[in-house]
């Protein structure tokens, strides 16, 4: 029985010791390991040997990106303006032995020096730019936390800030000059939308004046040429009949043809007076007609004598 217990206790003491030997730190860890007191080094990820009861882990680091939630803080603007403010930081831990022994809380740390750093920056901001120049808030944080966090043994990635929040009064106002400037855009918008339209109503109007006068101007033109060309085919077809007559007078019985013409004609003249009206127009003397003729036909006669001395 005595046995046993002994052999209990040795097994025991067996296992105490292995767990203080052997140290397995998972992926993405960094453990500090400080012998009698001292720092002594970082373990990596894997099986290590440690001596037991004089080596122990101090501190153990997880070395993935952290996000760390920064609380929400008041903020003066430039203009006295108060803001409601708050964000989120991004970090990592890249020396486990500065991190361990640089400061006593480093999460503390940079999360107390980014909200200074964030008053300080907007403290050199109006209020309408801490609205336009948030990436400029960021990068300034970043910049200065991370100087200031490698004695901490860690690096600041980004900075981001989550809400900006002016009082009720500045939402207020602020609401209400963007309802002005769009009105007043909207304004502006359609004034020149009307400026517009009288613009192509007058353009419209004048280009429809200049074809309208095109058009009459060629139309009158074009009666013109077409009353011309007729003008000059009437008497290009007249001096051509009046040529033929003469030719035809001049050939072997033309004269007995145009007597004979001249006659019917002349008796055709009363037949048609006497249809058209009710008055009758006859010669002084019917029985006189071959003196009428001959009349004519001494007209005809001096033309065609005319006609030949030309």
Partial sequence: MDVTIVGAIVLVIVIVI??????????????????LGRYHSTLTP?????????????YKHLL?????????????????????VDGVLYFQVTDAMKASYGSSNFVFAITQLS????????????????FEERDFINQSIVNALDEAASNWGVKVLRYEIKDLTPPKEILHAMQAQITAEREKRALIAASEGRKQEQ???????????????????????????????AILAVAEANAQAIQKVGTAIQTAGGMEAVNLKIAEQY???????????????????????????????????????????G
Avoid at 48 to 56: A, E, G, M, N, Y
């Fill in 64 to 84: 993935k990106e952290i996000p760390l939630e920064v609380p929400s803080q008041v903020c003066i603007t430039r203009d006295n303006t108060q803001l409601q």
């Fill in 267 to 309: 008796v055709g003249a009363f037949g048609n007076i006497a249809k058209t009206g009710n008055t009758l127009i006859v010669p002084g003397n019917l029985s006189d007609m071959s003196s009428m003729i001959a009349s004519a036909l001494t007209i005809v006669k001096g033309e065609g004598g005319v006609a030949r001395k």
């Fill in 115 to 130: 909200q200074t750093t964030l008053r300080s920056v907007i403290g050199k901001l109006e209020l309408d730019k801490t």
């Fill in 18 to 35: 292995a767990a203080q030997t052997i140290k397995i730190v998972p992926q993405q860890h960094a453990w500090v390991l400080e012998r």
């Fill in 199 to 229: 613009i192509n109503l007058a353009a419209g109007a004048r280009e429809a004046a200049i074809q309208k006068s095109e058009g009459e101007r060629q139309a009158a033109i074009n009666k013109a040429q077409g009353e011309a060309s």
């Fill in 46 to 58: 894997g099986l290590t040997i440690v001596l037991p009861f004089i080596d122990r882990v101090a």
